[in-house]
């Protein structure tokens, strides 16, 4: 039995158990027994309320009402034996075959037990003598369903439509029908719906219509469906943004953003996809540039509407990210976390759109606050570490690392994401020993790192030691990343430190075609390798370009050094 199926029956037999429990209250003449059996039924005290109605069929064999709870109890144990639960219903009915919820609790734990056929018959039976029941039409129909018999639930529906006319359930239900029958082809199913329209208009069914003409390129008649459906309720909101999504695919954007506010504007609708709206319809920076204003009345209207709405926040948030506004982004995110301070995610999410808009001691201040809240959790921790690198704090970073691997000494996902950069402080702070034991504590866990094999084999290479331990480190990063021009330009200065600078040059040639000319550090290196190899002319040319990149780095000075070892 399918999982929505089962959802269904069960909910049937649970009504059904609360119909009889409402229904079958006993009649003065019943036994002592029989009403502490009740009262502990309906007191959730289930094993002695089987226990009671087992000692009361003892005493009262033809009690039908005692079958019928015993049956009922026995269902809410754990692991019930369904064999006696369905022995008892059926004595029950057999007992006292004219009530109505006796046969009615049988038929819906066939459903349950997946017996759709004994259903589906005994709500036949049913019906012949209660033909007034609107509900089980719907129940046999939902039986049939499940038989895959599409024609009889169809037939049910029919059934009940010519006893109580035609309504907007009945529609729905027999669509449903339609389009199972046909495999999920929608096609005779609003076919029937437009047929069915000119009996039952509601502002639902108008829409839908709307809507299957919209993916069917008829516009018009889709914005007429919609205008009717508005026209029977104003406030039917589902319509407005029907018809400003066909606006929108006419490019007619003055109607498209007026139905959509109306829609946005809307309290009681679900906030997420509202919130999904906007953010997808911004992510087109040329829209966002000309309907800046309408855009902004959008994202103003969804906030009055959810004032408090963390989905909400964090949707307009990003269109006033997206629109170069962080400081309103920013301050929606903190609105999130003095509304809900004990959300652990609502501040990281503040913490990374603080850290993302280089609001540094904003960030600090809320790593620090979310480390207090949870110090179980050190992403805060990492977080703020990293700034404190960014701002040249390296004393701190230290100390944040340094806790941050303590927590978890052993943890793997730890140690690669703390000791790397752990290690780039301690050589920075030219405490090389400190570093190098670092990486080495992470190529023990990953020998892949391709960050660490990176750096480690550069500052080696710097020191002028284990040049060879250092290539073959270095050798892993391009074999893994061949196009990375950094990783490249390792490899090939650690050639040019070992002598062999014909392999160099053809490695700074490849880093050359793949970003390496951005980098004042790569284009440097490369003349090195080619005044070593005597082109003198090109490696000026690229020193030149290296010190218009950066000034810092003292090119211009070797330049003249370069050009008066040449005179």
């Not at 064999?83 to 066939?110: C, G, I, K, M, Q």
């Not at 690392?401 to 994401?417: F, G, H, K, N, Q």
């Amino acid at each position: 039995m399918k999982p929505m199926q089962m959802s269904f029956i069960r909910r049937l037999l649970s009504v059904s158990i609360l119909l009889i429990s409402l229904a079958l209250r006993p009649a003065g003449a019943q036994s002592p027994t029989f009403i502490d059996a009740l009262r502990a039924s309906e007191e959730g005290r289930t094993a002695e309320a089987v226990a009671l109605f087992e000692k009361e069929l003892e005493q009262s064999p033809d009690n039908d009402a005692a079958y019928m709870y015993l049956a009922v109890n026995l269902m809410a144990l754990d692991n019930p034996d369904y064999d006696r639960v369905e022995a008892l219903l059926r004595r029950a009915v057999e007992l006292s075959p004219d009530n109505y919820w006796y046969t009615y609790t049988l038929a819906n734990f066939y459903a349950f037990k997946d017996e759709p056929e004994m259903c589906a018959r005994l709500y036949e039976e049913l019906l012949s003598r209660n033909p007034g029941k609107r509900a089980l039409y719907f129940d046999l129909a939902n039986t049939y369903m499940v038989l895959g018999d599409m024609d009889k639930a169809l037939e049910a529906m029919d059934r009940i439509e010519a006893r109580m006319g035609r309504n907007e359930l009945i529609c729905l239900t027999k669509m449903d029908l339609l389009t199972r029958k046909h495999g999920g082809d929608r096609t005779e199913a609003y076919r029937m719906l437009e047929e069915y329209y000119r009996d039952v208009q509601t502002p639902r069914l108008a829409t839908m219509l709307g809507d299957y003409c919209q993916e069917n390129y008829q516009d018009q008649k889709a914005i007429d469906y919609y205008s009717q459906a508005i026209a029977m309720d104003a406030d039917y909101y589902m319509a407005y943004y029907g018809r400003a999504n066909t606006y929108r695919g006419l490019r007619q954007y003055e109607p498209f953003f007026s139905d959509l506010i109306r829609f946005m504007s809307d309290g009681d609708l679900d906030p997420k996809p509202k919130a999904e709206y906007l953010t997808l319809i911004s992510e087109n920076p040329q829209f966002m540039t000309t309907f800046r204003p309408e855009m902004d009345s959008l994202a103003i209207a969804l906030l009055q509407a959810h004032p408090a709405d963390t989905t909400i926040h964090n949707g307009v948030g990003i269109y006033y990210y997206r629109t170069e506004r962080p400081y309103l982004a920013i301050e929606l995110s903190r609105q999130n976390t003095v509304n809900y301070p004990d959300s652990y995610t609502l501040g990281f999410d503040y913490l990374l759109l603080l850290y993302y808009s280089n609001a540094y001691d904003a960030a600090i201040d809320e790593a620090t606050r979310l480390f207090r809240g949870w110090p179980e959790d050190t992403d805060p921790l990492l977080v703020r570490a990293n700034i404190f690198a960014r701002k040249g704090e390296n004393r701190s970073a230290i100390e944040d690392y340094e806790l941050i691997v303590s927590r978890s000494p052993r943890d793997s996902a730890t140690i690669v994401s703390a000791y790397p950069p752990l290690g780039d402080l301690y050589h920075q702070e030219g405490q090389n020993k400190k570093a190098y034991k670092c990486y080495e504590k992470v190529l023990k866990v990953n020998p892949d790192h391709t960050l660490t094999l990176n750096n480690y084999a550069y500052f080696l290479s710097l020191e002028g030691k284990n040049l060879r331990k250092a290539k073959e480190m270095s050798r892993k990063t391009i074999l893994a990343e061949p196009d990375n021009p950094t990783y490249i330009d390792t490899y090939a200065w650690i050639l040019h430190l070992m002598g062999d600078d014909p392999e160099a040059k053809l490695h700074f040639k490849h880093a050359m075609l793949y970003g390496g000319k951005e980098s004042a550090v790569i284009l440097d290196h490369y003349a090195d390798v080619l005044y070593a190899l005597g082109e003198y002319d090109l490696a000026f040319i690229y020193w030149e370009q290296a010190a218009a990149l950066d000034s810092t780095l003292g090119i211009a000075d070797k330049i003249k050094t370069r050009k008066a070892e040449r005179r």
